[in-house]
């Protein structure tokens, strides 16, 4: 757009607001034409990112209630009691467009303000997780995006000294212009010390601690999170906020404090929108209004406007609502922590939203209702099945693999091929740059099916694991989303978790293609379905719409963190490795047993992209048996009556088997009898489906736990040796050696990294 | 004898304290968190410096911290000769107050390192004097700056009064000789990069670190005997 051009556009528009939400801001204000100042606030707080307005209508369909809830979606963070007093505080978020921007500090603000989100709630940042996506590592450029998000969660998590516990990654070709950096974090808190984000009490003072205010982040929600990327996307980078991980450790500190010594009244971070969003919604949040003297924020660099103070994105910054009493206190609070902080604003009965030049008595710059803000508009988008979705559905990807390799009987090669394609390979690469030990609560480490935490005052286990298959959904939103729930679920019930809430970041392509908002309703009501059918609340979540890159849309990719619990921490906790000798027994619900069930499919699968076969129907499941089959996996390894457990995922029960024999250094003799193909038999995914390593004395009492018709448990072998044996169907498909398995699948990743 | 107190000085930016705290309970000790403005150090049998990132890493790991006003009174105790561990940051930290020769530079494959690493007893300190020499220990690293360095002369001291405490068997930061620890001439004075509180309970899977921190409670008894009460 030239200068010309853009002087002939009027503001408004400029800063993404249309005609239609301008007429309802004006009448907001009855019949007056905001000015500057006011239109700038409204532009981000009406944005995509920060009001939902495409997707509110859908997210109030999620079942949200659940005894163990304390606080539901809305607030800073959903948080539920996990016994002895003690609650946990869950969250998770996007950084998709700042990351694609710039990767470093848009992943590493990524982890700043989801942990401001957390201990806002009153609530110690214990731990996070990362969901993150990229193209193929062949490009340079997303090398470049790779290392820069993992460096930036690194760098940030470790110094701001929350450990980064798990995670996942999938490198596709979708992502390749789009990135995804989602990140989910955790805290806990004694159920005293919860807060919530309201401003009450006339005569209140705000007071405004961490950094100080400059030009970063200006518009980071509004230009970046809510439009599309293009070749100009580039020019964006001043957006992207800059972290500073130390000054957010000393707000986490000088915050609990805080709340600890109760010195405050509401917390809130500042995050999109800035001051603007911080100060009316913690004032509309307490049915108050609140004056805010804009001379009195300190500031970074000097000439600023206004509008640029209310809407900046600087990191590091929260806002306490305080009692005059309290001020002293606070300030000294402050000092010992060494945070900055002013006293910016005050909490009145006005129901305004009111800016004053420099001091209350001076200029009033802008005047709106507290609640206009972040009472942004709704809408009901055009929502339009894909009709292609008939056509690409009807595809068999499964007999056209079949055909492929009608003359193979040895898949030594495939193996190990998708062993080392990157979305499968070992992530140490990654995990090893996180702290993943800090607090010494770590029982189950990065690389497991989930994280296991002990809670230092509780004696339940806290089991997180985040997931979110994209290609599932790509091929049918509805059934996509079940099986990405299930597969959290299946992933906590291997460490013995019962979930217990799940949280979820919506990652979807422009709102304004009905095709992007028919694939997020179907995700919504998919959610839906396993949430009630397993009573897992959803307790808070996040949408990012407009991820594409060039008018394409990314696969819909919705990403769950589910958390949950069990009794007691103590106790044998099976890993992924086997022992030499055990019955290795393949579990599985009996829907997906039989042949033509579609729970298990290449289509979406880790061998299906490796020939770039992008069509076919994503896993069909029966909810009720797959929960059914979790339940029991869930059983005996709390009960701690087997030695291992894996769920198989991604590249199947093959790439299921060797990363069990990886983590063990032993290998194993398996023979499969199916009456489906090879190629489905080793390679084909659908979740809910596990191989456990059971002690041959142990058999038989583990068997009977998977007595229940609903589940199907097959003795498919034997854990020992080191070599690596599959047959199907009495032809020997996989004949390899542990070592070989082992170095191809433990240095793909970083090889793919610095080729 | 009562138990012993151990402080556990927190600058901003340390993460560890609370780590340390729970283990030197752990160990039958009185965990003592101070911040880094307590001058006074009266009652305290021994310190642990816990590791993170004091005062953000900034300008140089350790350079800012060592002017806190905390750290002339753990040098005094130090002078006494009672026990000072640093561990991590806190390594850093002693090496910048020049309480421990040489310094720790960047790993040399430029990335932070979080993973279980295989050590080597040395000789006898207050963290080893329950280890035999030759011992080997899994414990587990975690940082960016962990690459010990020092000047010849500085080197040639550290072998010839025995002052190298543990080395890596599969140096993982490039760290000169393989050192993962060293201790001051008289032995009281000990600094690690090596984490061994989250390697002291069977519950995280690995238990190594715990003759560790309990030689160290050893040698804060020790020293309480040996100095006039």
Same mark, same amino acid.
């Given at each position: 757009?030239?200068?010309?051009?853009?002087?002939?556009?009027?503001?408004?528009?400029?800063?993404?607001?249309?005609?239609?939400?301008?007429?309802?801001? %004006?009448?907001?204000?009855?019949?007056?034409?905001?000015?500057?100042?006011?239109?700038?606030?409204?532009?981000?707080?009406?944005?995509?990112?920060?009001?939902?307005?495409?997707?509110?209508?859908?997210?109030?369909?999620?079942?949200?209630?659940?005894? @163990?809830?304390?606080?539901?979606?809305?607030?800073?963070?959903?948080?539920?009691?996990?016994?002895?007093?003690?609650?946990?505080?869950?969250?998770?978020?996007?950084?998709?467009?700042?990351?694609?921007?710039?990767?470093?500090?848009?992943?590493?603000?990524?982890?700043?303000?989801?942990?401001?989100?957390?201990?806002?709630?009153?609530?110690?940042?214990?731990?996070?997780?990362?969901?993150?996506?990229?193209?193929?590592?062949?490009?340079?450029?997303?090398?470049?995006?790779?290392?820069?998000?993992?460096?930036?969660?690194?760098?940030?998590?470790?110094?701001?000294?929350?450990?980064?516990?798990?995670?996942?990654?999938?490198?596709?070709?979708?992502?390749?212009?789009?990135?995804?950096?989602?990140?989910?974090?955790?805290?806990?808190?004694?159920?005293?010390?919860?807060?919530?984000?309201?401003?009450?009490?006339?005569?209140?003072?705000?007071?405004?601690?961490?950094?100080?205010?400059?030009?970063?982040?200006?518009?980071?929600?509004?230009?970046?999170?809510?439009?599309?990327?293009?070749?100009?996307?580039?020019?964006?980078?001043?957006?992207?906020?800059?972290?500073?991980?130390?000054?957010?450790?000393?707000?986490?500190?000088?915050?609990?404090?805080?709340?600890?010594?109760?010195?405050?009244?509401?917390?809130?971070d500042l995050g999109a929108a800035g001051i603007s969003c911080a100060t009316s919604? %913690?004032a509309a949040a307490g049915s108050m209004g609140i004056d805010v003297d804009i001379?009195?924020?300190?500031?970074?660099?000097? /000439?600023?406007?206004?509008?640029?103070?209310?809407?900046?994105?600087?990191?590091?910054?929260?806002?306490?609502?305080?009692?005059?009493?309290?001020?002293?206190?606070?300030?000294?609070?402050?000092?010992?922590?060494?945070?900055?902080?002013?006293?910016?604003?005050?909490?009145?009965?006005?129901?305004?939203?009111?800016?004053?030049?420099?001091?209350?008595?001076?200029?009033?710059?802008?005047?709106?209702?507290?609640?206009?803000?972040?009472?942004?508009?709704?809408?009901?988008?055009?929502?339009?099945?894909?009709?292609?979705?008939?056509?690409?559905?009807?595809?068999?990807?499964?007999?056209?693999?079949?055909?492929?390799?009608?003359?193979?009987?040895?898949?030594?090669?495939?193996?190990?091929?998708?062993?080392?394609?990157?979305?499968?390979?070992?992530?140490?690469?990654?995990?090893?740059?996180?702290?993943?030990?800090?607090?010494?609560?770590?029982?189950?480490?990065?690389?497991?099916?989930?994280?296991?935490?002990?809670? @230092?005052?509780?004696?339940?286990?806290?089991?997180?694991?985040?997931?979110?298959?994209?290609?599932?959904?790509?091929?049918?939103?509805?059934?996509?989303?079940?099986?990405?729930?299930?597969?959290?679920?299946?992933?906590?019930?291997?460490?013995?978790?019962?979930?217990?809430?799940?949280?979820?970041?919506?990652?979807?392509?422009?709102?304004?293609?009905?095709?992007?908002?028919?694939?997020?309703?179907?995700?919504?009501?998919?959610?839906?379905?396993?949430?009630?059918?397993?009573?897992?609340?959803?307790?808070?979540?996040?949408?990012?719409?407009?991820?594409?890159?060039?008018?394409?849309?990314?696969?819909? %990719?919705?990403?769950?963190?589910?958390?949950?619990?069990?009794?007691?921490?103590?106790?044998?906790?099976?890993?992924?490795?086997?022992?030499?000798?055990?019955?290795?027994?393949?579990?599985?619900?009996?829907?997906?047993?039989?042949?033509?069930? /579609?729970?298990?499919?290449?289509? /979406?699968?880790?061998?299906?992209?490796?020939?770039?076969?992008?069509? !076919?129907?994503?896993?069909?499941?029966?909810?009720?048996?797959?929960?059914?089959?979790?339940?029991?996996?869930?059983?005996?390894?709390?009960?701690?009556?087997?030695?291992?457990?894996?769920?198989?995922?991604?590249?199947?029960?093959?790439?299921?088997?060797?990363?069990?024999?990886?983590?063990?250094?032993? !290998?194993?003799?398996?023979?499969?009898?199916?009456?489906?193909? %090879?190629?489905l038999a080793l390679f084909g995914e659908g979740p809910a489906r596990f191989v456990?390593?059971? @002690?041959?004395?142990?058999?038989?009492?583990?068997?009977?736990?998977?007595?229940?018709?609903?589940?199907?448990?097959?003795?498919?072998?034997?854990?020992?040796?080191?070599?690596?044996?599959?047959?199907?169907?009495?032809?020997?498909?996989?004949?390899?050696?542990?070592?070989?398995?082992?170095?191809?699948?433990?240095?793909?990743?970083?090889?793919?990294?610095?080729? | 004898?009562?138990? $012993?107190?151990?402080?556990?000085?927190?600058?901003?930016?340390?993460?560890?304290?609370?780590?340390?705290?729970?283990?030197?309970?752990?160990?039958?000790?009185?965990?003592?968190?101070?911040?880094?403005?307590?001058?006074?150090?009266?009652?305290?049998?021994?310190?642990?410096?816990?590791?993170?990132?004091?005062?953000?890493?900034?300008?140089?790991?350790?350079?800012?911290?060592?002017?806190?006003?905390?750290?002339?009174?753990?040098?005094?105790?130090?002078?006494?000769?009672?026990?000072?561990?640093?561990?991590?940051?806190?390594?850093?930290?002693?090496? #910048?107050?020049?309480?421990?020769?040489?310094?720790?530079?960047?790993?040399?494959?430029?990335?932070?390192?979080?993973?279980?690493?295989?050590?080597?007893?040395?000789? $006898?300190?207050?963290?080893? $004097?329950?280890?035999?020499?030759?011992?080997?220990?899994?414990?587990?690293?975690?940082?960016?700056?962990?690459?010990?360095?020092?000047?010849?002369?500085?080197?040639?001291?550290?072998?010839?009064?025995?002052?190298?405490?543990?080395?890596?068997?599969?140096?993982?930061?490039?760290?000169?000789?393989?050192?993962?620890?060293?201790?001051?001439?008289?032995?009281?004075?000990?600094?690690?990069?090596?984490?061994?509180?989250?390697?002291? #309970? #069977?519950?995280?899977?690995?238990?190594?670190?715990?003759?560790?921190?309990?030689?160290?409670?050893?040698?804060?008894?020790? $020293?309480?005997?040996?100095?006039?009460?």
């Amino acid at each position: 757009m030239t200068a010309t051009m853009e002087n002939q556009t009027p503001l408004h528009r400029q800063l993404g607001l249309t005609d239609d939400e301008l007429e309802a801001i %004006t009448q907001v204000l009855d019949s007056r034409a905001p000015n500057d100042l006011e239109l700038a606030m409204f532009s981000v707080m009406w944005s995509e990112h920060c009001s939902y307005k495409s997707s509110r209508q859908y997210l109030k369909t999620f079942p949200t209630q659940g005894e @163990h809830v304390l606080v539901g979606p809305g607030e800073g963070a959903g948080v539920i009691d996990i016994g002895d007093d003690m609650a946990l505080a869950i969250r998770i978020e996007s950084h998709n467009h700042p990351s694609a921007v710039e990767p470093y500090q848009g992943a590493a603000t990524g982890v700043g303000g989801i942990i401001r989100d957390i201990f806002s709630m009153g609530a110690r940042p214990i731990a996070c997780l990362d969901s993150l996506r990229f193209g193929n590592l062949d490009d340079a450029r997303t090398r470049y995006l790779t290392e820069g998000v993992v460096s930036g969660i690194s760098g940030y998590g470790n110094a701001v000294g929350v450990p980064t516990i798990g995670g996942e990654v999938i490198f596709d070709k979708c992502y390749k212009g789009n990135p995804l950096v989602n990140v989910m974090a955790l805290g806990v808190l004694p159920k005293s010390r919860l807060t919530l984000a309201k401003a009450s009490g006339d005569g209140n003072l705000a007071v405004l601690l961490g950094s100080a205010t400059g030009r970063d982040g200006i518009g980071g929600a509004s230009v970046l999170a809510s439009a599309g990327f293009d070749e100009t996307s580039e020019t964006k980078r001043p957006s992207v906020q800059v972290g500073d991980p130390f000054t957010e450790k000393k707000l986490i500190e000088a915050c609990l404090e805080l709340l600890e010594s109760g010195l405050a009244v509401g917390v809130q971070d500042l995050g999109a929108a800035g001051i603007s969003c911080a100060t009316s919604e %913690t004032a509309a949040a307490g049915s108050m209004g609140i004056d805010v003297d804009i001379a009195k924020i300190h500031l970074r660099e000097t /000439g600023m406007t206004p509008a640029e103070i209310m809407i900046s994105e600087s990191q590091e910054r929260m806002l306490a609502i305080v009692t005059p009493q309290n001020l002293d206190a606070v300030l000294g609070l402050a000092k010992k922590w060494e945070i900055d902080a002013s006293v910016i604003g005050k909490v009145n009965n006005s129901q305004r939203f009111r800016i004053f030049r420099d001091g209350f008595d001076s200029e009033i710059l802008a005047d709106v209702p507290v609640g206009a803000l972040g009472d942004g508009p709704e809408y009901n988008r055009p929502n339009i099945r894909d009709t292609q979705l008939d056509d690409r559905q009807k595809v068999d990807t499964n007999n056209i693999l079949a055909e492929k390799f009608s003359n193979t009987k040895n898949f030594n090669n495939e193996t190990l091929k998708v062993l080392a394609q990157p979305t499968i390979a070992s992530k140490a690469w990654i995990y090893s740059q996180y702290d993943h030990q800090l607090f010494l609560q770590t029982v189950v480490k990065p690389g497991a099916d989930a994280s296991l935490i002990r809670v @230092h005052g509780a004696k339940a286990g806290v089991g997180i694991t985040v997931d979110g298959k994209g290609r599932w959904c790509a091929l049918d939103p509805y059934h996509g989303a079940v099986a990405i729930a299930i597969e959290a679920i299946a992933n906590l019930s291997c460490v013995g978790v019962v979930p217990k809430a799940l949280v979820n970041n919506l990652n979807f392509g422009n709102p304004e293609h009905p095709e992007v908002m028919n694939t997020f309703s179907e995700v919504v009501r998919g959610t839906s379905d396993v949430c009630l059918a397993s009573s897992t609340p959803v307790v808070g979540g996040n949408v990012s719409f407009y991820n594409e890159s060039n008018g394409v849309n990314i696969d819909p %990719t919705p990403v769950f963190g589910v958390v949950g619990t069990r009794e007691s921490i103590e106790g044998k906790i099976p890993g992924v490795a086997f022992n030499e000798d055990d019955v290795l027994v393949l579990v599985e619900p009996m829907s997906a047993k039989s042949s033509g069930s /579609g729970h298990v499919t290449l289509a /979406g699968s880790e061998l299906a992209t490796m020939f770039d076969l992008r069509d !076919g129907m994503a896993p069909v499941l029966d909810i009720n048996s797959s929960l059914k089959t979790c339940d029991a996996i869930r059983k005996v390894s709390y009960d701690g009556v087997i030695s291992a457990v894996h769920d198989i995922s991604d590249g199947g029960l093959v790439t299921c088997l060797a990363e069990m024999s990886c983590a063990s250094s032993i !290998g194993f003799d398996v023979a499969i009898e199916s009456n489906s193909e %090879t190629t489905l038999a080793l390679f084909g995914e659908g979740p809910a489906r596990f191989v456990i390593g059971v @002690h041959q004395d142990d058999l038989a009492k583990v068997m009977k736990e998977f007595s229940d018709p609903a589940i199907s448990a097959t003795v498919i072998g034997r854990a020992g040796n080191d070599r690596c044996k599959i047959a199907h169907d009495s032809d020997l498909a996989v004949d390899l050696e542990v070592s070989e398995i082992k170095e191809i699948w433990s240095s793909a990743l970083s090889q793919a990294i610095h080729q | 004898m009562s138990q $012993s107190t151990i402080a556990i000085p927190v600058f901003p930016g340390t993460n560890c304290e609370a780590d340390v705290a729970h283990a030197v309970t752990l160990f039958g000790g009185i965990a003592k968190v101070l911040y880094h403005d307590e001058t006074n150090l009266e009652g305290i049998d021994g310190v642990i410096i816990p590791g993170g990132f004091a005062h953000g890493d900034y300008l140089r790991t350790g350079a800012i911290a060592r002017f806190s006003p905390i750290m002339p009174a753990i040098e005094k105790l130090s002078q006494k000769g009672v026990p000072i561990l640093g561990v991590c940051n806190g390594f850093q930290i002693l090496c #910048e107050a020049k309480m421990l020769p040489g310094a720790l530079q960047k790993n040399v494959g430029m990335k932070f390192i979080c993973q279980e690493t295989g050590l080597e007893v040395v000789s $006898s300190s207050p963290i080893t $004097s329950r280890l035999s020499q030759g011992t080997r220990l899994t414990i587990p690293i975690n940082h960016f700056e962990g690459n010990y360095t020092c000047d010849d002369s500085t080197y040639e001291n550290l072998v010839k009064n025995n002052q190298i405490v543990l080395r890596y068997t599969d140096n993982p930061n490039g760290s000169r000789d393989s050192i993962a620890g060293i201790c001051n001439e008289r032995r009281n004075v000990v600094g690690l990069m090596p984490h061994p509180e989250r390697a002291s #309970e #069977e519950i995280l899977g690995n238990s190594d670190g715990a003759e560790m921190l309990r030689s160290f409670m050893d040698a804060v008894v020790s $020293s309480r005997m040996a100095l006039p009460a």
